[in-house]
C-alpha cells in the first residue's frame, strides 16, 4: 500500500485480524515462519518492534495499556527522540523542548484532547475514549508511514468514535497511509476506505472498494466462513 491511501481489514472474532496486526508490528509473542514483510523496498521480517517503529510503522492498540509512572509527554518526548536518533544514523538529535511543546499543544487542539492529560501517566485511569484519543495524538506527533489500527472503534461511544475517527482522517495524507482493522462499517462512515480487505482464517478472501463495507455489514460474514 501507499501512503495517502486508508484500507481496511474486516473480518469476525478469531479471524486473526489481531494477529496480522501485531505481526506486522514485530510483537515478541507472535513468530513468522513464512514470507517476508516488506515496507518501501526493505525486509522488516527480522527487525524488533522498535526499529519496525523507526521505519515508521505505527500500531494503535485495541485495549491501550496503561504506564504508570510515565506522563503522555514524558512518552511522546522519549519516542520522538528514538526516532529522530536513528534517522540520525544514532547520532543524539533530540527535539527542543520549546518546538516540541507547540506542536503537542498545537495537535491536542487539533485532535480535541484535553491538554490536562499531557502531565497524566500514560492510559492511567483514563476512560476508553481518552485512551484512544491519545492514541491518535501519538500518530500526529509520531508520524509515521503506516499506521494500523487494531479496532480502534472497540469500547467507544457514538460521539468519542467520530471525534477518534475523524482525527485519523486529518492525519491520512501524502506522508501517511492507515490500515484500520474492524468488525464493523460504522467507523468507516468518518474514516473512508479505498479499498477493503475481508480476512477470513489468517487470508484475505475478497477485496474491493468502500461498497464492499456496506455489503458486509448487511450480509455478515458467513458465506466466506461457509468457504473456507
Do not use: C, W
Amino acid at each position: 500500500m501507499d501512503p495517502n491511501e486508508v484500507h481496511a481489514v474486516m473480518g469476525p472474532n478469531g479471524s486473526g485480524k489481531s494477529t496480522l496486526a501485531y505481526a506486522l508490528m514485530g510483537h515478541p509473542a507472535y513468530q513468522i515462519t513464512e514470507g517476508q514483510i516488506l515496507f518501501e523496498g526493505e525486509d522488516l521480517t527480522a527487525m524488533e518492534a522498535d526499529e519496525r517503529a523507526q521505519r515508521g510503522l505505527f500500531l494503535a492498540f485495541q485495549y491501550p495499556h496503561a504506564v504508570p509512572g510515565v506522563t503522555v509527554t514524558s512518552f511522546l518526548r522519549s519516542a520522538i527522540n528514538s526516532i529522530r536518533k536513528a534517522r540520525a544514523g544514532g547520532e543524539d538529535d533530540p527535539i527542543a523542548i520549546p518546538e516540541f511543546r507547540t506542536e503537542l499543544l498545537e495537535q491536542m487542539d487539533r485532535l480535541k484532547v484535553s491538554r490536562e492529560l499531557a502531565s497524566r501517566y500514560l492510559n492511567d485511569g483514563f476512560s476508553g475514549g481518552e485512551k484512544k484519543r491519545v492514541e491518535i495524538l501519538q500518530m500526529a506527533m509520531l508520524k509515521p508511514r503506516i499506521a494500523i489500527l487494531d479496532e480502534t472503534d472497540s469500547g467507544l461511544d457514538i460521539d468519542a468514535l467520530q471525534i477518534v475517527a475523524r482525527g485519523v482522517q486529518k492525519l491520512v495524507s501524502p506522508d501517511m497511509g492507515a490500515v484500520v482493522i474492524t468488525h464493523y462499517q460504522r467507523i468507516l462512515n468518518y474514516i473512508k476506505p479505498d479499498f477493503v480487505h475481508v480476512f477470513i482464517d489468517g487470508r484475505i478472501v475478497e477485496e474491493g472498494g468502500p461498497e464492499l463495507a456496506h455489503k458486509l455489514e448487511a450480509e455478515g460474514y458467513e458465506r466466506y466462513e461457509v468457504k473456507v
